[in-house]
């Protein structure tokens, strides 16, 4: 297992866009969120290496290494060209990837003091690894879930309460946000992240958390990279093409920016870096790189982000944690500067691909990682430029054990594809500001990172 994360900051191209202001204040004020100082520090530092705490450590080793493994059964019923491997990253309580940066903000806010984190989940592995974290390390967990998820998954929540977390529906009837909404942003992650951004700023010792694409949680994430490059090297094997579903970033980060970092170390040209989003919210294949809200209150600061924009009311699909309007800061870089590709799934074929792979390697994906193994599959049977000459590395981030409910009606044939509505896009990123053309200064020398809680070391 990994001792150290391993940033791509070293590595870009050049520095990531400064944020702006929240809209309507003067440069350095509305920023609401607190983080502590080892985050600020792992957002900003172009440092390359960052030891991984030993509580922390401790904690992957109930989970960690996950495996990998050349995935011949779904090779064979895809008529692949190339081998397929497969990094499996749900054999922990949460289910998925996300418990490898939840264990590491779990135990920097509680060396910072706090008591409470408060969180908003889409398809809830977000919410489940948090609480499983503050469970671990001593703290009460608040977690606002998307309503339609929890009402198509309740035993997502069931597993929460079981952790310990406090688990509400959003829209909830607990803060203003959502009693302001008009119906727009209802059933988005986009408001649920709002409210727990409200809900935590009203509570004494508590704090917003979120864990997906943020540059310390894509950090926190590295460890799938870092081990998927040894394993691969024990193995004999080279890849070409790395994939990973991207939502906000975070285990497409985690499995693509290691192999990044290790190309522009040594010289070498990377492998191709594809991510998989759902053709309900295609920020990186239709959206436009321009300064964001990331949540539905606003008041943090814009980022520079490719969205389709955060009031854009995203279509109801089985896409889960996929249905977020933006993507991270350092996904949306590299993406800008050519170096991410982008290929937009819908969910018929996402779900497709997993029931594939459930039936010729025994393991059920998540709808998320479905979108990753579909894109998997075409750069495994295409030859040429558009596909792969060597291999295929994808993420398979979480289990889909409590997605039956979208495999049920897979197998009715129940679903179909809505596309988003060209004119909606249109609206919601008009009047965006576009990176390289904004208006605004920007919020200083912690622009982005929030301001850290007293007391972090």
């Known amino acids: 297992m990994p001792t150290r994360w391993r940033s791509v900051l070293p590595h870009l191209d050049e520095p990531l866009p400064e944020d702006l202001p929240p809209e309507g204040t003067a440069a350095g004020s509305g920023v609401h969120i607190n983080l502590p100082m080892e985050l600020v520090r792992q957002s900003l530092q172009t440092r390359e290496f960052w030891d991984i705490p030993q509580e922390v450590a401790d904690a992957y080793r109930s989970f960690r290494p996950t495996p990998l493994w050349r995935a011949r059964g779904f090779e064979a019923a895809i008529g692949a060209r190339v081998p397929v491997w497969v990094k499996y990253e749900g054999g922990n309580v949460s289910g998925s990837h996300k418990l490898n940066t939840a264990l590491a903000q779990a135990y920097y806010y509680k060396r910072a003091g706090v008591r409470e984190l408060v969180t908003g989940t889409g398809a809830g592995q977000w919410g489940t690894a948090l609480a499983a974290a503050c469970a671990m390390f001593g703290l009460r967990c608040t977690v606002f879930m998307v309503g339609s998820s929890l009402a198509k998954k309740p035993y997502r929540g069931v597993l929460m309460r079981l952790l310990g977390a406090e688990v509400h529906a959003s829209p909830s009837g607990l803060t203003e946000v959502a009693a302001a909404d008009d119906g727009s942003r209802g059933n988005s992650l986009t408001l649920a ?10 509570r004494e010792g508590a704090a917003f958390c979120i864990g997906s694409g943020e540059t310390y949680s894509i950090l926190h994430q590295s460890v799938i990279g870092l081990e998927c490059e040894e394993q691969l090297a024990a193995q004999d094997a080279e890849v070409d093409a790395v994939v990973g579903a991207v939502g906000a970033g975070s285990n497409f980060g985690g499995i693509a920016l290691p192999f990044f970092a290790s190309a522009r170390s040594a010289g070498r040209r990377p492998p191709r870096l594809v991510a998989a989003e759902s053709a309900a919210s295609p920020k990186l294949s239709r959206g436009v790189y321009a300064y964001d809200k990331t949540d539905a209150t606003g008041t943090g600061p814009r980022e520079a982000m490719y969205t389709i924009g955060s009031e854009y009311r995203i279509p109801d699909s089985h896409s889960g ?21 982008a290929v937009a799934v819908g969910q018929v074929d996402a779900l497709e691909a997993g029931r594939l792979f459930t039936v010729h390697e025994m393991v059920l994906p998540a709808p998320e990682s479905g979108h990753a193994l579909a894109v ?9 430029q558009d596909g792969a000459e060597r291999g295929v590395l994808v993420c398979l981030s979480g289990h889909g054990y409590l997605d039956l409910g979208a495999y049920q009606q897979l197998l009715a044939g129940e679903l179909s594809d809505r596309d988003p509505d060209p004119a909606g896009l249109r609206a919601a990123m008009s009047a965006l500001p576009l990176v390289g053309e904004r208006t605004r200064g920007p919020l200083g020398a912690v622009a982005g990172a929030g301001a850290p809680i007293g007391g972090a070391l």
Do not use: T, W
């Open 193 to 202: 992240i709002g409210e727990a951004v409200e809900y935590a700023r009203g």
């Open 321 to 341: 944690g996929l249905r977020y309007h933006g993507a991270a800061k350092v996904v949306s870089a590299l993406r800008h500067s050519g170096r991410v590709d």
């Open 376 to 384: 998997a599959a075409r750069l495994a049977c295409q030859g040429g």
